[in-house]
């Protein structure tokens, strides 16, 4: 059982990124709630976005709402966590987790290894 976190990169302010997460092992359809977190130096690791396995609702922390959008893609294992108009605070490692049969906020089962997302000119 496996969940692999990409797509983290260096971006401008402003820009996009896309932040895959895929399992491996088992299955992340609507049994699974799959949350994304993100821990900048120094600072504690924080909830930014999830996907529930209740009603696949979603939720996003206020400082990335309307910047970032997660979405389940069943076909290919995996959640996408699209992230737009990034800002340097956004800067940090980005890991994926799964809570089976989970709700907003996730409280993980399973980590994925972290992604490294840099916002600079």
């Known amino acids: 059982v496996q969940l692999q976190a990409s797509g983290g990169g260096l971006v401008q302010p402003g820009g996009s990124l896309r932040l895959s997460c895929a399992a491996s092992?088992?299955?992340?359809?609507?049994?699974?709630?799959i949350g994304w977190f993100r821990q900048a130096p120094g600072k504690e690791r924080e909830g930014v976005s999830c996907?529930?396995?209740?009603?696949?609702?979603?939720y996003h922390a206020d400082s990335v709402e309307g910047r970032l959008t997660i979405s389940r893609d069943n076909a290919k294992n995996t959640v996408h966590l699209q992230m737009n108009s990034l800002k340097p605070e956004d800067t940090a490692v980005y890991y994926c987790a799964a809570e089976a049969y989970g709700n907003c906020p996730v409280d993980p089962d399973y980590w994925g290894q972290g992604t490294q997302v840099t916002v600079s000119s």
């Open positions: 996907i529930s396995s209740v009603d696949d609702s979603t």
């Open positions: 092992g088992f299955t992340l359809d609507y049994y699974y709630a």
